[in-house]
């Protein structure tokens, strides 16, 4: 069993930069694939960004790629996600997601995923 605890959220203006932090449980953290996830009101929860275990690949959406940046602490068994150049349509609530099984293809969908964190509120005002 993994245990996700998010942190960070908040409102921000836009153009303005936010951190989010997930903390796992664990002790093959390094092994775990993870990821982040939002989910908007009326909309699928849809694929932001995910790391390997590695840390060698790091796939974005299209609509973050190049504003949000993905990264990972195995001694720590922390996964951030730095948000910037913030974007109204960017408020959502967020989710840190984990895959533990070790050597299968990264996944952008949430199927891919067997943890979830509880979500953080990220709320972006023009």
């Known amino acids: 069993q993994v245990q996700l605890v998010e942190s960070g959220g908040g409102l921000m203006q836009a153009g303005g930069s936010l951190r989010l932090s997930c903390a796992a449980s664990?002790?093959?953290?390094?092994?775990?694939?993870m990821a982040w996830f939002r989910q908007a009101p009326g909309k699928e929860r849809e694929f932001v960004a995910a790391?390997?275990?590695?840390?060698?690949?790091?796939p974005y959406s299209s609509s973050v790629k190049g504003r949000f940046t993905i990264s990972r602490d195995n001694a720590q068994n922390t996964v951030a996600l730095q948000m910037s150049s913030l974007k109204p349509e960017d408020t959502a609530v967020y989710y840190c997601?984990?895959?533990?099984?070790?050597?299968?293809?990264?996944?952008?969908?949430?199927?891919?995923?067997?943890?979830w964190g509880q979500g953080t509120q990220v709320t972006v005002s023009s």
């Open positions: 997601a984990a895959d533990p099984r070790y050597g299968v293809i990264l996944s952008t969908t949430a199927m891919g995923y067997d943890y």
């Open positions: 664990g002790r093959t953290f390094s092994r775990y694939t």
């Open positions: 790391v390997s275990g590695s840390g060698t690949s790091r």
